[in-house]
Structure formats: structure tokens, C-alpha cells
């Protein structure tokens, strides 16, 4: 039976607390993306696929190391809780490098409401665009309710900030910057057995000693297959509605409104990775809840 050792690089790791909350719980504090609800819960339809931060084997396995998206997302959200906004924003940023749709519509509130940063309405849009760009209904809601907002030099400038958000930011640059990392962490961490997890058990360092957890969990298709985890995220988010309490009721989006108002571009794939030296969230407590 094959054992790999993960995590050794941070051994105290192992002994912090995972959330308890779901994705778009993560989502609902303070004054961004306030009163987000999972449509599934609502209606009693099949619940999402479980978040695998929740599980904290998973996460001191290294799990984060090959997610940078949910990484910088969880620290984005710890740094906003502490009061800390301008390396929120930057973590959130760096996550919406990993096409992390939520960071790019956190990234969006925040301009939106001068919340820690600048009030700048239209880079605000250009923004919420970029993450309502798979549809996700919530994201498109808010999309939908900036753009009534503007006014005509603000929509001309989004339109023009907004190509310069998508060469970077946008699903054909970022989808294939994730999808190497996703290729590359399981690679390095597999080697020789990529593809073949039946016999392979992981030895988590743990104060009261390693603990096992089966391969076949932590290598789960779902979380390092691109295709398959990004369609994971999809049954997370393609759903939720968004309530705000500062910019009026829901609307009904129609099918025209699904399409970008911002013109394609070429994408930039090739960007530096973050280089944060080794910073990891610390996931004690979660993000205040709304």
C-alpha cells in the first residue's frame, strides 16, 4: 500500500479549526453580496456537492496548496473580517486570477461601495460583469442593477475598463491558469500514480500523531479534473439568488441581459502567480456571519 506524506511544510496547520459554512454563506457579511441565499435550500432541491474546506483533513492534506482560487479567497475573507480592506481587496484579486467568480463580485461591491477603496461605479461594473460572465443568476441580478444605475459617461468608461478586466481576469485567461495549477499540484503530489488512488493512503502530521485518510477522497476527480471542477462550482453558484438592501427589489433577468456588454478581447494567460510567501488562511472562526 503506497503512503504519501502532505502537508509537512506546515505541520501547526493541522491543528486549526475548518468553517462551517457554505459557499454562498462565506459570501453574506457585512455589506457585500448582504442576504445571498441558496436557491437549493429554498426549494428543497438536491444540496450542492460538500465543500471540501469544511473537512479538515482535507485541508491540512495541502488541500489549499493546489486551489489558489479557494485559498486567497478564504484569506481575502479573513483579512476583510479583521477590518483589513486593502489586503482584502488584493487577496480577492488574486483569487479572481483563478477565475473565483464570488471574489470578482466581492471585488465589485467593494468599488461599488467605497468599501476600503476609491467609489468607482463604473470599474464597480466592469467587475460584476466579469463574474456574472457563466450567468450565475445572483451575480447578474446585481450586474443588472449597477448598469440602471450609470449614468452615460459611467457606462462608457465601464465598457472601456471593463476590456482591460477581461484580458486578465476573464474565463479564457483564468480557466486555463487554474486548470495548470489544478494539473500541476496533482502531479506533484502523486507522481508516478496520477489517475490511481485505491491503494493510496495519505499521513496527515497531527499533534496526537498522523492520522490516514483514503487517497480516493482527497484526490476526488470533482476537485482536480478542470472541467469537472469547474462545473462544480457551477451547482454551487449558477443558482443563488442575491436580496441587497441598498439598491431596490429583484428584477427578472431575461436571456438577453445573460450576454456580456463588454466587448471580447484577446486574454492575457500569462500573469505571475501571487507571491503571498507561503501565507495561508487560518480558518479559527470563519467570516462574521450578516
Known amino acids: 500500500m503506497a503512503r504519501h506524506w502532505a502537508g509537512t511544510a506546515r505541520p501547526a496547520f493541522s491543528r486549526r479549526r475548518t468553517m462551517h459554512m457554505n459557499y454562498p454563506q462565506w459570501m453574506a457579511h457585512g455589506a ?14 438536491r444540496p450542492a456537492p460538500p465543500d471540501p474546506t469544511q473537512d479538515r483533513l482535507m485541508v491540512t492534506a495541502g488541500f489549499l496548496n493546489g486551489h489558489p482560487d479557494l485559498r486567497f479567497r478564504l484569506l481575502a475573507l ?16 488574486y483569487a479572481s486570477q483563478y477565475a473565483d467568480k464570488p471574489s470578482q463580485a466581492m471585488v465589485a461591491e467593494m468599488l461599488w461601495n467605497g468599501d476600503g477603496t476609491p467609489k468607482d461605479r463604473a470599474l464597480a461594473y466592469a467587475w460584476m460583469d466579469l463574474a456574472a460572465e457563466r450567468g450565475y443568476a445572483g451575480f447578474l441580478e446585481l450586474r443588472e442593477r449597477y448598469w440602471q444605475q ?10 472601456q475598463e471593463g476590456e482591460a478586466i477581461y484580458a486578465r481576469y476573464g474565463d479564457t485567461a483564468a480557466k486555463p491558469r487554474i486548470a495548470a495549477v489544478l494539473r500541476r ?18 499521513l496527515v502530521p497531527g499533534a496526537a500523531g498522523p492520522q490516514e485518510i483514503d487517497g480516493s477522497k482527497f484526490y476526488d476527480d470533482r476537485y482536480w479534473d478542470p472541467a469537472l471542477y469547474q462545473a462544480w462550482h457551477d451547482s454551487v453558484w ?19 441581459t445573460v450576454t456580456s456588454r463588454i466587448q471580447e478581447v484577446v486574454p492575457e494567460p500569462d500573469v505571475p502567480e501571487p507571491d503571498v510567501d507561503g501565507e495561508m488562511p487560518a480558518l479559527q472562526d470563519g467570516p462574521a456571519r450578516p
Do not use: C, H, W
Not at 496533482?186 to 490511481?196: D, I, N, Y
Open 185 to 202: 499540484e496533482r502531479r506533484s503530489t502523486t507522481g508516478s500514480r496520477t489517475g490511481f488512488t485505491g491503494s493510496l493512503r495519505i
Open 150 to 159: 450609470l449614468n452615460g459617461d459611467e457606462r462608457e468608461r465601464a465598457l
Open 78 to 93: 479573513e483579512k476583510y473580517k479583521a477590518g483589513n480592506r486593502a489586503d482584502a481587496m488584493r487577496f480577492f484579486q
Open 238 to 256: 449558477k443558482k443563488p439568488r442575491i436580496a441587497s438592501v441598498n439598491v431596490g427589489g429583484i428584477e427578472q433577468i431575461d436571456k438577453d
Open 32 to 45: 457585500l453580496l448582504a442576504g445571498l441565499l441558496l436557491s437549493s435550500i429554498a426549494s428543497g432541491a
